[in-house]
């Protein structure tokens, strides 16, 4: 196969209406921005990858401002024109940043899809994949509960094999308890998105009782103490998310027994590269995983398809069409849902490309760096 050459490098920043407003209790999302990135090889190849960063810093503190300068003024210029044997190579490039690990991924993701290509496979096998068809699943962030029902039923309706609804202190547990128990087919995960204090945890409890799978990051991702009080009061199994950012967070949340599966995002731990790890380390230690999403474009939501075909992914990800968010994905193929599941490509790479002239259309800014 031969060693990589990255010859060229461009970013493009976009910005892109969501069909409906995204809502949860820390922020309403109208539009999308994000940044796109194509790489090329020394032998032709395009590899893609996404940063997930969001415009304001309410999910980590990386925004796509600082995503794009890292980026541009330290990342690139640092990997440009070298050679790498392996994705996992660029980690001794890039040690020197602190952190960034959104703005990290993106790079690692575009060389992932070109040594995936080079040996002629689909990245999901490369990796050691073993599904062929993932099961989908959605998450209804709606701004009011006549908007959630809908959403739920329509949800079912295209097949979706599992929801997730937004909850907060304001959330009516009996009310979510009636409508889990409508579809019983259906499974029904919780995200607070760290809504839950020390001092309101009998408020989470009485979500003990709703029929949900899971909760997602009931506190903040600060609190492992706090999370791990009240998962022994409650049976509801804890998703961590927000406090999954490396090996040692799953470790601290074993030792802790804060949570009991964790939520794996590319973005946050860094790419592929750091989440393969992570990955390894869960199985030996018999923690499930499951794949979230980040409100994102089919980049890097092909990406995560592929990780999730993995053994130790347990549970349906964040995987909706790409019609769900918005009314065009900016990729191609995009991503389609068929009876309730996603086909993993056949292709070699991630097997999505850019869609250039809808990126044109949405495209804010745009730079090219040459070797």
């Known amino acids: 196969m031969g060693n990589i050459q990255i010859q060229r490098i461009t970013l493009h920043h976009v910005r892109v209406p969501l069909k409906k407003t ?6 309403e999302v109208l539009e999308r921005e994000s940044i796109l990135i194509e790489m090329h090889d020394d032998q032709g190849n395009i ?22 300068l890292a980026l541009e003024n330290w990342i690139i210029p640092t990997i ?19 952190r960034n690990h959104m703005a990290k991924s993106t790079v690692n993701h575009a060389l992932w899809d070109i040594f995936a290509q080079r040996q002629q496979k689909p990245l999901w096998q490369v990796i050691g994949g073993t599904l062929c068809a ?27 094999k599992r929801i997730k609804l937004k909850i907060s202190q304001l959330s009516n547990p009996q009310n979510l308890k009636e409508i889990i128990t409508q579809y019983p087919q259906t499974l029904f995960f919780a995200d607070a998105n760290g809504a839950f204090t020390e001092d309101t945890i009998h408020l989470l409890q009485a979500f003990d009782e709703c029929g949900f799978t899971l909760i997602e990051q009931p506190f903040s991702e600060q609190q492992n103490r706090v999370s791990a009080m009240a998962q022994k009061k409650m049976e509801t199994p804890f998703a961590l998310d927000e406090s999954i950012a490396s090996i040692q967070d799953v470790q601290e949340m074993i ?3 804060s949570g009991k599966i964790i939520v794996m ?3 946050r731990v860094g790419g592929l590269s750091n989440a393969l790890r992570i990955h390894e380390n869960c199985v030996k230690a018999d923690v499930p995983i499951w794949v979230g999403g980040m409100i994102e474009f089919g980049v890097s939501k092909a990406f995560n398809i592929a990780f999730a075909s993995l053994p130790g992914v347990k549970y349906p990800g964040d995987f909706s069409s790409s ?28 097997g999505v490309k850019l869609n250039h002239k809808l990126v044109e259309q949405y495209e804010v800014r745009r730079k090219l760096f040459n070797a």
């Open 255 to 257: 030792d802790q027994q």
């Open 323 to 350: 019609n769900h968010f918005w009314d065009y994905d900016l990729c191609e193929p995009t991503i389609d849902v068929q009876h309730g599941e996603i086909l993993l490509p056949t292709t070699p790479g991630v």
């Open 22 to 27: 995204f809502t949860t209790h820390l922020q």
């Open 47 to 68: 590899g893609v990858g996404e940063c997930v960063a969001f415009t304001s810093p309410w999910y980590t503190e990386e925004t796509v401002e600082t995503a794009w």
């Open 134 to 160: 993932i099961e989908a699943g959605v998450v209804v962030a709606s701004a009011n509960e006549a908007e959630m029902y809908a959403d739920i039923e329509s949800a079912v309706t295209l097949g979706y």
């Open 265 to 267: 995002k590319q973005g």
């Open 80 to 98: 440009l024109n070298q050679t790498f044997s392996h994705p996992d190579d660029l980690d001794s490039y890039l040690s020197f940043i602190k």
